[in-house]
C-alpha cells in the first residue's frame, strides 16, 4: 500500500471552459444531459453518453454532437468497440434486456431523431441466455475488445456470459454464449466489466468482473475454456468507480479508502490477486473515476464550502500514480461526471456546464518544478513525455546543480553523467578539482571517456588524478586503452603527465608502445640515467633500416651518450656506418667528437679500412685530423690525410682545410693543382704579403698585380718603402697596367708614404712628355691630309652642280629606240626620262602611278636597297655608308638618285628607324635620320690613340672594375 500524504502536490492541467466553436460562446449542447454511462472510442476522438431513458448522445472532438433514441424504456449501459457501438437497454416494460450493435455513427449536429439513429447491425436478447432460471435477470454491463473477437455481458445476479468469435457476422451470437460466472447474488450485480488479451498471445483472454463487494479475473482461450480465475483483494465497487486500459491492459478499481490497480498479464499467476494499492482521496465518498494515460482522476463527493443549493460539491484531483505526485486538484460547486475526449478530461456538471482539464505544456511543467526543486519529478515526467529526451540532460544538470549546493558530491556527480554530451565538460571539472572530490571527478572523466566525448584534456586530468589517488590498477587499465585507441596527442599529454608525476617506469612503457620515441629517449637519458638502454632503443632503428631516425636521435643525445657509455656507443656508430645503404651523415659524426676528433677518425679509419662510406667518409676522416692542427703543435698535416685526398673531393677538402685556418694543407692542395690565381687570391685572404708579391711576380697578369696593389692599399699596418718599390718596378717593367689605375688605388691607402711612389710617378710624367710631342706632330701631318680632301670634295660638288645646271637649262638628245619595258621599238605616245630611259604610255601605267618617276630607276633602286641591307637609309650606319659610296663612285649624281628614288627626301614617309630595332618611344635622337647630320666626305679611318682615358684605354674607373676590394 502507498500512501499518498508524501505526495507532491503539483498543477500541470489547466481548467477552462469548454467554447463552442461554432458560437464562440460556452458549450451548451449537453446542458439538459442526465448521464449514466459513458465510453470513449478507441481511438479517443469521441465519446458516447447514455441516459437512463434510453436517449444516446455521441459527441466529437470538434464539439459535434449526434443524439438517437437507442431504448424506448431504459438505457443500462454503452460500450465502444472499434467500428461499433454496444448498447445494453429495455425497448419493453418488462425485464427483458436487448444487446444492440450500432454502426459507428457519422458525428454531426442532427435534430430529428430518426434521422440521426446508426444501422442497427445485431440484436441480441441477453436474459433466455441465463436459462428459464434467469428470465427475469436484467443485463448491467455489457464489454468488448476492440480486436471484435469477443463481448462479455454482467448481469443483476452476478452472472457474466462471454461470447467468443465474430459477433457481427456469427448468427450463434444469438444462443451459443459461454457462462463465465455463476449468479451470485451475496455479492451483489455486477458493475463493470473488461477484457484484454495476455501479451505475447493472442488467443488467451483476461476478463475482469467487478460486483459492489468484489473483483474476480478470469483467464479464457479462444475455445471458451477457463483456465485460471482469480478473487482479488479490491472490494467491490460502484459501475462508475473503475476503469481499464486495453495498451496496458491495466483495470484500475477505487472504493472509499484505496485503489487497486491491477495487471491483466499477472492474472495468470495467484500473485496477481494482490495488484497495487495506493490511499488516494482516502476516507472520501468516490463520485466516478476516469484514466488518460498514465493520469488517474478521481472525483469526490465533499460538503460545499460555499453554500449552494445542493449542499454539496465536486473535487477532482488527478493523480500520477506512476510518478507518484498529484498533477491537479479543483472543485465544482455541484455534483459532477467526468470522461476523456481527445486526451483530455471533460467535466460535466449537472447544470450542463461542459469544463476541460487540459494538460500543460512540457516546458511549463519543468518550470514548476524548477521552482520547487522537484527534479526527480521532472526527470520522470521528461521521460515519459513526448520531446522530453531532450531536454533531459538539462534536467540532470540542475539536479546535479542542487545535490552539490548540499554538498551531496556522490549524487551530483551521478546526475552531471547524465548531462554528457549537452553539459560543457569544463564546468563539472572546474567543481570536483578539489583534493576531496578527486574520486568524484575520476568517476565523471570515465564515464565522459566511455562516451566518447572526452578530448587530450580530459584524458590529462583522469591520468592525473590516478596519479593522485595512487590508483595503479586503474591507471594501467586507463594506459591500456589509450594504447589501442588513443590518438598521437593524447599519447603524448599522457607521456607528459606520467613524466610530471614521476611515474617514469609507466611513462616510458607507455611511451615506447604509442610510438612516442622521443619522450621515451628523453625519459631513459635524462631522468632515468639508463644509458645503456637508450643506446639499444636507437640500434633498434638502425637494425629496422630506420637509419634518419637513428641520426635524429644521435644528433639529439649522442654526446651525452658517448660521454657516459662511451664502449657500447662507439659500437652503435660503427653498426651504423657499416649498415647497408647508410650513407655518412658528416655533420652527425662532426658533433659527436667535437673535443675528441682524434677518437672519431680513429673510429672512422678503422670503418674506412673495411671499405666502407666511400667519399663521404673520407672527407669525414680528413676534417677531423684537421681540427687537430694547431699553429703552436705543428705537424705534417698533409700527409696525414693526403691518402684521403682523391680527385673526387679534393675541392672540398681544400675548402675544408681553409675553413679550419689548416694553410699548409690549402697551399699544398692549390700548387698540387698548378692553381696560382686561387693560390694568389688565398695569400690574399690571408695576409700574406710577402707570398703575394712572390706569386704576382710568377703569375705576371694584370688581375693579380691590380690585386697585389689593392691588397697593399688596404693593409692597416706600415707598408715598408722597399717593397713598394719593387712592386711599383715589376709593375712598371711589365706594362700590365696603367700608371694612372696604379696611382687611383693606392690613393686609398692611409699607410703609404709618398716617397714610396715619387720615382715612379716622376718617371712616368717624363715618357708622358714625350709621347704627347710625338703626338702633336702626327695631328698636324693628318690636319694637311684632311684640308686636301675638302679641296678635292669640293670640287666634286661643283662638277655635280654643273650637271645639274646643264640637266635644267640645255636641250637633251635622247638616243632612245626600244621601251625599256617591253623592249619594242618606240612609237607614239611615248615618255621619256632624263635618264635615258623610255617607255610607251600604256606600259609605263602598268608599271606605275606616278607620273615623274622613272619605273626602272625607281625598281633598280629598291631592289638594290633591298638587296642590300648597308643601303638602308633606316640603318645606323646609313650614314656613313652614304659618305664611303660618295668617295668611291665616279658618278656621284648616280648615287645621289638611287637615295632619292628609295624615298629619302620624301616627306609622306616615315623616316622611323623601324629597320634599325628603334621603338617609337626612343630618344630624340635616334629617332632622326642619319642623313640630318653634318656630311662628311672624307672618311678616312680613325687613328689609334694611345691616351689612357680614350676608348682603348684600360683604365679601370671608366669601366666597372674586377677589383674585389674596391667599394
Not at 444462443?175 to 449468479?183: A, D, G, L, N
Request: charged fraction near 25%; hydrophobic fraction near 35%.
Amino acid at each position: 500500500m502507498s500512501l499518498t500524504e508524501s505526495w507532491r502536490r503539483l498543477n500541470f492541467f489547466d481548467k477552462n471552459a469548454v467554447i463552442d466553436p461554432k458560437t464562440k460562446d460556452k458549450f451548451k449542447g449537453l446542458e439538459k444531459l442526465q448521464m449514466c454511462c459513458w465510453a470513449t472510442t478507441n481511438d479517443g476522438q469521441g465519446v458516447y453518453m447514455g441516459e437512463s431513458t434510453g436517449a444516446l448522445f455521441a459527441l466529437d472532438k470538434n464539439w459535434d454532437q449526434t443524439y438517437w433514441k437507442a431504448y424506448q424504456c431504459t438505457l443500462s449501459d454503452v460500450a465502444s468497440v472499434g467500428n461499433h457501438v454496444l448498447t445494453i437497454g429495455e425497448d419493453e416494460r418488462e425485464i427483458n434486456s436487448l444487446l444492440k450493435i450500432w454502426e459507428r455513427p457519422e458525428f454531426g449536429e442532427h435534430n430529428q431523431e430518426v434521422d440521426c439513429a446508426p444501422r442497427i447491425l445485431k440484436e441480441v436478447r441477453l436474459c433466455p441466455l441465463l436459462g428459464p432460471a434467469g428470465i427475469n435477470t436484467r443485463a448491467t454491463t455489457i464489454t468488448g475488445h476492440s480486436t471484435g473477437r469477443v463481448i462479455a455481458a454482467g448481469y443483476a445476479d452476478g452472472s457474466v456470459m462471454a461470447y467468443v468469435g465474430d459477433y457481427v457476422k456469427d448468427r450463434a451470437v444469438s444462443s451459443k454464449w459461454i457462462r463465465i460466472r455463476e449468479p451470485t447474488p451475496v455479492e451483489g450485480e455486477v458493475t463493470g466489466t473488461a477484457i484484454g488479451i495476455l501479451p505475447g498471445s493472442n488467443e488467451m483472454f483476461v476478463i475482469f468482473v467487478l460486483t459492489n463487494k468484489s473483483l474476480n479475473s478470469y483467464v479464457m482461450d479462444a475455445r471458451g475454456t477457463i483456465t485460471n480465475k482469480l478473487r482479488h483483494e479490491a472490494q467491490g465497487s460502484t459501475r462508475d468507480c473503475w476503469t481499464f486500459s486495453e495498451s496496458n491492459n491495466q483495470f484500475t478499481v477505487a472504493n472509499k479508502d484505496m485503489v487497486h490497480i491491477y495487471d491483466g498479464e499477472s492474472c495468470k499467476d495467484e500473485e496477481g490477486a494482490r495488484g497495487k494499492c495506493y490511499a488516494l482521496s482516502r476516507g472520501l465518498e468516490k463520485q466516478q473515476i476516469a484514466a488518460f494515460g498514465e493520469f488517474l482522476a478521481v472525483l469526490t463527493r465533499q460538503p460545499a464550502l460555499i453554500p449552494t443549493p445542493e449542499q454539496e460539491m465536486t473535487v477532482v484531483t488527478v493523480y500520477d500514480v506512476t510518478g507518484k505526485y498529484i498533477a491537479f486538484t479543483g472543485s465544482l460547486p455541484s455534483l459532477a461526471n467526468c470522461f476523456v475526449l481527445d486526451g483530455v478530461f471533460i467535466l460535466l456538471a449537472h447544470d450542463g456546464q461542459l469544463s476541460s482539464l487540459t494538460q500543460k505544456h512540457l516546458a511549463a511543467k519543468l518550470d514548476i518544478l524548477y521552482k520547487k526543486s522537484f527534479f526527480d519529478v521532472a526527470i520522470d515526467v521528461a521521460k515519459r513525455s513526448e520531446g522530453g529526451a531532450d531536454v533531459l540532460p538539462h534536467i540532470h544538470s540542475k539536479y546535479g546543480d542542487f545535490y552539490y549546493s548540499k554538498a551531496d558530491f556522490g549524487n551530483a556527480i551521478r546526475e552531471y553523467k547524465e548531462s554528457i554530451g549537452v553539459l560543457d565538460p569544463s564546468y563539472v571539472i572546474k567543481k570536483f578539482l578539489d583534493g576531496s572530490k578527486i574520486p568524484h571527478l575520476c568517476t565523471y572523466l570515465e564515464t565522459l571517456r566511455a562516451k566518447g566525448k572526452s578530448n587530450v584534456h580530459h584524458t590529462t586530468i583522469l591520468v592525473n588524478s590516478y596519479a593522485r589517488l595512487q590508483e595503479k590498477a586503474k591507471l594501467q587499465k586507463l594506459l591500456t586503452s589509450l594504447e589501442q585507441t588513443g590518438s598521437d596527442t593524447e599519447a603524448e599529454a599522457v607521456v607528459s603527465c606520467l613524466q610530471a608525476a614521476k611515474l617514469l617506469n609507466e611513462a616510458t612503457l607507455f611511451a615506447v608502445k604509442t610510438q612516442q620515441n622521443d619522450a621515451a629517449l628523453s625519459i631513459m637519458v635524462n631522468e632515468q640515467c639508463r644509458y645503456a638502454s637508450a643506446i639499444k632503443f636507437i640500434k633498434n632503428f638502425i637494425l629496422s633500416n630506420d637509419t634518419p631516425k637513428a641520426e635524429r636521435y644521435l644528433e639529439k643525445y649522442g654526446r651525452r651518450l658517448l660521454r657516459e657509455n662511451r664502449e657500447e656507443m662507439m659500437e652503435l656508430l660503427s653498426t651504423l656506418m657499416l649498415s647497408d645503404g647508410a650513407k655518412v651523415n658528416t655533420p652527425l659524426l662532426l658533433q659527436l667528437f667535437v673535443g675528441d676528433e682524434q677518437l672519431g677518425a680513429e673510429l672512422m679509419e678503422k670503418v674506412a679500412a673495411s671499405g666502407a662510406g666511400g667519399i663521404e667518409l673520407m672527407n669525414t676522416i680528413v676534417e677531423l685530423n684537421m681540427r687537430t692542427y694547431k699553429k703552436e703543435e705543428p705537424f705534417n698535416v698533409f700527409e696525414k690525410v693526403t691518402k684521403y685526398v682523391v680527385k673526387e673531393n679534393e675541392e672540398k677538402v681544400r675548402r675544408i682545410a681553409e675553413e679550419l685556418k689548416c694553410d699548409p694543407v690549402v697551399e699544398a692542395l692549390l700548387r698540387t693543382s698548378r692553381d696560382l690565381s686561387g693560390l694568389h687570391a688565398f695569400h690574399v685572404r690571408r695576409g700574406h704579403v710577402e707570398k703575394v708579391v712572390e706569386l704576382a711576380i710568377e703569375i705576371n697578369s694584370s688581375q693579380s698585380w691590380l690585386d697585389t696593389i689593392t691588397f697593399v692599399s688596404k693593409m692597416e699596418t706600415a707598408v715598408d718603402d722597399e717593397l713598394m718599390e719593387r712592386i711599383l718596378e715589376k709593375v712598371k717593367t711589365t706594362r700590365v697596367l696603367h700608371p694612372l689605375v696604379v696611382l687611383e688605388v693606392l690613393s686609398k691607402s692611409s699607410r703609404l708614404n709618398v716617397a714610396a711612389v715619387k720615382k715612379y710617378v716622376v718617371e712616368w710624367l717624363t715618357e708622358q712628355r714625350e709621347t704627347y710631342w710625338t703626338v702633336v706632330s702626327e695631328f698636324h701631318v693628318q690636319i694637311a691630309k684632311d684640308k686636301a680632301a675638302i679641296v678635292t670634295a669640293e670640287q666634286k660638288i661643283k662638277d655635280v652642280g654643273k650637271q645639274i645646271e646643264n640637266l635644267h637649262f640645255n636641250t637633251q638628245i635622247l638616243h632612245v629606240t626600244k621601251c625599256c619595258a617591253c623592249n619594242f621599238e618606240m612609237q607614239l605616245p611615248s615618255i621619256f626620262f632624263l635618264c635615258r630611259h623610255a617607255f610607251h604610255v600604256h606600259c609605263f601605267d602598268s608599271y606605275t602611278d606616278k607620273g615623274d618617276i622613272c619605273p626602272k630607276c625607281s625598281n633598280e633602286g629598291a631592289s638594290a636597297m633591298r638587296m642590300d641591307s648597308d643601303l638602308s637609309i633606316f640603318s645606323r650606319n646609313a650614314y656613313g655608308e652614304f659618305v664611303e659610296r660618295m668617295n668611291k663612285a665616279e658618278d656621284s649624281m648616280e648615287i645621289i638618285s638611287k637615295y632619292i628614288s628609295s624615298g629619302l627626301f620624301d616627306s609622306k614617309k616615315s623616316i622611323a628607324p623601324l629597320a634599325a630595332g628603334l621603338s617609337p618611344s626612343s630618344s630624340s635622337s635616334s629617332n632622326r635620320s642619319p642623313f640630318h647630320q653634318p656630311l662628311v666626305v672624307d672618311g678616312s679611318k680613325k687613328r689609334s690613340n694611345t691616351n689612357p682615358f680614350e676608348e682603348e684605354s684600360k683604365n679601370p674607373f671608366d669601366e666597372p672594375s674586377s677589383n674585389p676590394f674596391d667599394e
